[in-house]
């Protein structure tokens, strides 16, 4: 013990040195490397560790953290096992309204009864179903509600909005064993990106312990970079989306499979003998800005979209639409599912010149006396509006953002979607005649690293965010989750239509 004391002392004295020369050292360097990049970006500075998060008593911290234990999911007992996880081929269903005749207006309550894949009744809830009401012949079809009892049962309940033979679906999307594998890597898993000049590893999270960091002031969001060998950090000049990556073990990827529809049986329902659209239970008033979507929101028949909460109607043609967008300034800003809306518009309008797409430009639609941008250049949402002002230009804003932010962890989008709809807050305020659009998320998100399930998650912290607010929340979540066809992240054409159509209605309600 006596003679390590001398060594310890001599080994504090050459870490105090180190110290000592690394600050004086870093503090030479840092001021040449902190230069403003582009307009948004204040600095690139490298950092050895992350900086420190806002204050848990801020508001903003303070609503994040609500949200968060609001979506908080049952988690199955661990250590899980595949074998007791959750089985769409055992599961029990039985029919808890069975009657001799059914009215439009009526509901219809099935039991879903959760099995292993032991055929052993589960004890616990946490499984993400999704159900449906639909008649092929008909083409119309209407979401269900499920209420998961955390006791291994749930009840799917659906409302009777059209006479005739219908089917019921229900869907086992993940089984709870699933989603807890998917709410661990959605916590803690990174993705590639590829810079232009070097290849490094780019996130919203720190992906090493020396990184560059770049701050935009509109926003105060922060975007971390592995530090490139030999190049300083204001070599930043782009990123784009890199390779993914395997991120599921073999024993994981087993608890993943294809949606499975559970056609329970068709049932014959007793109507009044009447014909579209006099079977109707209410007519609903006019589409106007702040109208809360009823569940179900609408549905289908004949391939066209009801909406329950408002009196929304076709657009049939290019002149109706034409007239419709006469003297308005659309901006859209989203991803490919909004895209979808932007193409429709450019070939159902043959008068619109289409401009040329590019990475780096705005694709947009000039028509006489109205525009529609799809800004897909990469900027911050927020910063966009907040450069709307308050002139004679009336602009109609269209926002969706869901899928691209699916990998990251809840709080960061939770961040970013206050940011957005804070700037909503002040565009409305300076002018209140300005019509914000909030397009909801896509079902069929089918791929390895996004899932249904982490979408739905998003949507629903997107709702309560935008609630209140003088917008018009878009509900094509469920107009995608009931339609008929096979369901894909980017949907067919008449779904596409219909959403247009739906958002036209708002702009013309008239």
């Not at 990251?408 to 909503?424: E, L, M, S």
């Not at 949907?491 to 209605?505: C, F, G």
Request: net charge neutral; proline share 7%; with cysteine.
């Amino acid at each position: 013990g006596a003679l390590l004391l001398p060594f310890l002392q001599l080994f504090c004295v050459f870490v105090l040195i180190f110290i000592i020369i690394y600050v004086f050292t870093w503090s030479e360097l840092k001021p040449t490397m902190c230069k403003i990049l582009t307009s948004h970006l204040k600095c690139g500075e490298s950092m050895k560790t992350s900086p420190a998060p806002q204050s848990s008593n801020s508001p903003d911290e303070q609503e994040i953290e609500s949200l968060v234990e609001m979506m908080e999911w049952p988690e199955p007992p661990a250590p899980i096992n595949f074998q007791a996880s959750t089985s769409p081929n055992t599961t029990d269903f039985y029919l808890l309204t069975p009657a001799s005749s059914h009215h439009v207006g009526d509901h219809v309550k099935v039991l879903i009864m959760a099995r292993d894949h032991r055929g052993h009744p589960k004890t616990y809830g946490g499984d993400y179903f999704k159900a449906k009401l639909h008649s092929q012949s008909l083409k119309a079809a209407v979401t269900g509600s499920v209420t998961d009892h955390r006791n291994g049962t749930y009840t799917a309940s659906f409302l009777l909005l059209w006479p005739g033979t219908v089917s019921i679906s229900i869907v086992l999307i993940h089984s709870s064993e699933a989603i807890s594998i998917l709410r661990e890597k959605r916590e803690n898993r990174y993705f590639a990106d590829n810079g232009t000049t070097a290849e490094v590893e780019c996130n919203v999270i720190p992906p090493s312990n020396n990184v560059c960091t770049y701050h935009d002031q509109g926003t105060s969001e922060r975007w971390y970079c592995t530090h490139p060998l030999n190049l300083p950090c204001t070599a930043y000049i782009d990123h784009s989306a890199g390779s993914l990556r395997k991120i599921y073990t073999p024993t994981e990827l087993q608890y993943f499979f294809r949606e499975q529809w559970i056609i329970i049986k068709c049932y014959g329902f007793q109507y009044p003998s009447s014909s579209f659209p006099s079977w109707l239970v209410t007519l609903p008033g006019p589409c106007t800005p702040g109208l809360m979507n009823l569940d179900p929101s609408g549905f289908f028949y004949q391939d066209v979209w009801i909406s329950r909460s408002c009196r929304n109607r076709p657009f049939p043609d290019s002149v109706s639409a034409s007239s419709c967008l006469h003297g308005r300034v659309l901006y859209m800003f989203g991803d490919s599912t909004l895209r979808q809306w932007w193409e429709y518009l450019v070939n159902f309008i043959p008068s619109v010149p289409s401009i040329p797409d590019h990475t780096y430009m705005t694709p947009h639609l000039s028509h006489h006396s109205y525009t529609i941008l799809f800004i897909c250049d990469l900027h911050y949402i927020a910063n966009e509006l907040d450069a709307f002002g308050g002139g004679h230009e009336l602009p109609v804003i269209l926002i969706n953002c869901n899928a691209h932010l699916i990998p990251f962890p809840i709080r960061v989008y939770i961040r970013r979607i206050q940011t957005i709809r804070d700037a909503v807050v002040r565009l409305l305020k300076r002018s209140p005649k300005t019509q914000v659009f909030i397009k909801s998320g896509n079902t069929g998100y089918l791929y390895a690293h996004g899932s249904d399930w982490l979408s739905f998650q998003l949507d629903t912290v997107m709702r309560l965010m935008f609630s209140g607010l003088p917008v018009t929340i878009l509900d094509t979540w469920q107009m995608t989750s009931c339609h008929y066809l096979p369901t894909q992240l980017h949907p067919a054409k008449i779904l596409v239509k219909n959403e247009v159509d739906l958002m036209l209605s708002f702009l013309c309600p008239q």
